[in-house]
């Protein structure tokens, strides 16, 4: 099993946005939105979760393959700024772990005996709904 795969902080551009949203003067004051960029062809991360991460069907990846995340909930640029960065972490996350392959399987004889069995005994069901013949 491969170790977790973290993104290097340095790999990552941040950039100090104004928030958006309610909040009058108080915007302007304490309101510290952080923007995260990740080149994902530039980074570190194993080719194979580079093209997962690619492929997921994420609005924040760019067609020219930068995944951008904007986080404003708290009111420190710090705070937004591990926000961010963990957020972008868990979307790696996701891209790493590899999808299981599906195996198709065949029904079992026993399944499909009781399917069939139960197939006849509805149309038994349903003949005796006829007129009575006297």
């Known amino acids: 099993m491969r170790p977790p795969v973290a993104i290097d902080p340095d790999e990552v551009e941040f950039s100090a946005i104004r928030a958006q949203g309610p909040g009058g003067q108080n915007v302007n004051k304490v309101s510290n939105a ?23 069907p994420d609005a924040r990846i760019t067609r020219d393959g930068v995944v951008i995340v904007k986080a404003q909930s708290a009111r420190s640029l710090e705070r937004n700024r591990a926000d961010a960065l963990g957020r972008l972490q868990a979307l ?16 079992t004889l026993g ?3 009781r399917r069939l069995d139960s197939k006849a005994g509805r149309g038994q069901v349903k003949a005796l709904r006829g007129k009575v013949r006297e």
Request: net charge positive; charged share 30%.
């Open 92 to 107: 790696v996350d996701a891209a790493a772990a590899v999808p299981l392959v599906r195996r198709p399987t065949r029904p």
């Open 34 to 56: 952080v923007q995260a960029r990740f080149d994902i062809g530039a980074s570190s991360l194993p080719a194979d979760v580079k093209e997962r991460l690619r492929a997921l």
């Open 111 to 113: 399944s499909q005996r």
